[in-house]
């Protein structure tokens, strides 16, 4: 007797665990690539010209101060949309960031004010040559490899 409804107890065991692996997995999100070291963000679909970007949302102090820090590498043609409740000029550095990056500070209207090269792990301020509440960075040297500069727009700001 014992065996059999020991052989019950450890199946219907084993029933519950699968049931909740299961459970979890279908319930839990899934995350982005380097998503251990900061957490979900939204995503938004931007446009340079001819060129689609994939950007992370940094739109509340928490996000925004943290930005691209512990990150060893961004996918291709990824980056992090800073986005600031009021206009003003804008300031980065790259504490904590380990890869270089490009960033271009933009109007409202996607217009780049200025873009700007920053080298990791520097405290170097590099600022927006005017007051926005927008910016973009991208790995060092993606705006300039595709011919973008200040007076041009990124889309699909809206």
């Not at 059999?4 to 065991?13: A, D, I, K, T, V």
């Not at 899934?30 to 938004?44: D, E, S, W, Y």
């Not at 600031?84 to 209207?109: G, K």
């Not at 090269?117 to 170097?124: L, S």
């Amino acid at each position: 007797m014992c065996k059999w409804l020991c052989l019950f107890r450890q199946r219907g065991l084993r029933v519950a665990l699968f049931s909740l692996i299961v459970a979890l997995v279908t319930i839990a999100p899934l995350p982005f690539a380097n998503a251990q070291t900061v957490g979900l963000l939204p995503v938004k679909q931007l446009t340079a010209g001819m060129h689609v970007i994939r950007a992370e949302v940094a739109s509340n102090n928490e996000t925004r101060s943290r930005g691209l820090m512990y990150r060893k590498e961004l996918a291709p043609n990824a980056g992090m949309l800073f986005v600031f409740d009021q206009p003003a000029v804008q300031c980065f550095w790259m504490r904590n960031t380990l890869i270089p990056l490009s960033i271009a500070f933009m109007t409202d209207d996607g217009t780049i004010t200025n873009i700007a090269d920053m080298a990791p792990m520097t405290e170097n301020s590099h600022c927006s040559s005017a007051p926005v509440r927008l910016a973009l960075e991208m790995e060092q040297g993606w705006f300039a490899k595709r011919g973008i500069s200040a007076g041009k727009k990124i889309g699909g700001l809206q």
